[in-house]
């Protein structure tokens, strides 16, 4: 081949992996925007104390380490928040951010939320990350862990 061929083919190439690149990049811009927008979907749902969408947004192996360092299965959310101990009143995000690995999205946010869990009033703010994983072409929770703001 001369040389002249071999740098078509070269160029051929590279124009190729730019423009597989940044379909990769507006896959991943679209996803990231999928994760955000199922969070506030989450908070909506959690004020609601709808535990069929919240369920459904949640992966059957869900963990997570709450404010006060307690470890809690989907099984406890879900309980919870179907019984009224655990109430939500208000819920907002600020500061989100969503870095994707494959078919896994890593959130971080602070949250500021109100509410009531067995009858004790709480408030305040905590920053948070929940790790989610892509399955059957829809993102789920497996894992949360909260750490208060003073």
């Known amino acids: 081949m001369t040389r002249?061929?071999?740098?078509?083919?070269?160029?051929?190439?590279?124009?190729?992996?730019?423009?597989?690149t940044r379909g990769a990049a507006a896959d991943a811009g679209a996803d990231a925007d999928s994760v955000r927008a199922l969070e506030l979907a989450r908070g909506r749902a959690l004020i609601a104390a709808d535990t069929v969408a919240i369920s459904r947004m949640t992966a059957p192996e869900f963990v997570e380490i709450s404010?006060?360092?307690?470890?809690?299965?989907?099984?406890?959310?879900?309980?919870?928040?179907?019984?009224?101990?655990?109430?939500?009143?208000?819920?907002?995000?600020?500061?989100?951010?969503?870095?994707l690995y494959g078919d896994v999205a890593i959130l971080r946010a602070i949250a500021t939320n109100t509410g009531g869990y067995r009858g004790i009033p709480f408030a305040g703010r905590i920053w948070y990350t929940r790790i989610?994983?892509?399955?059957?072409?829809?993102?789920?929770?497996v894992a949360m862990q909260h750490t208060s703001i003073p």
Do not use: E
Request: aromatic share 4%; proline share 0%; glycine share 10%.
């Open 132 to 141: 989610f994983v892509k399955r059957d072409g829809r993102w789920q929770a």
């Open 67 to 99: 404010r006060i360092g307690q470890l809690r299965t989907k099984a406890d959310n879900m309980r919870d928040i179907a019984s009224g101990d655990l109430k939500l009143l208000t819920v907002k995000y600020d500061s989100t951010t969503v870095r």
């Open 4 to 20: 002249s061929g071999m740098m078509k083919i070269g160029v051929g190439s590279a124009l190729l992996l730019v423009l597989a």
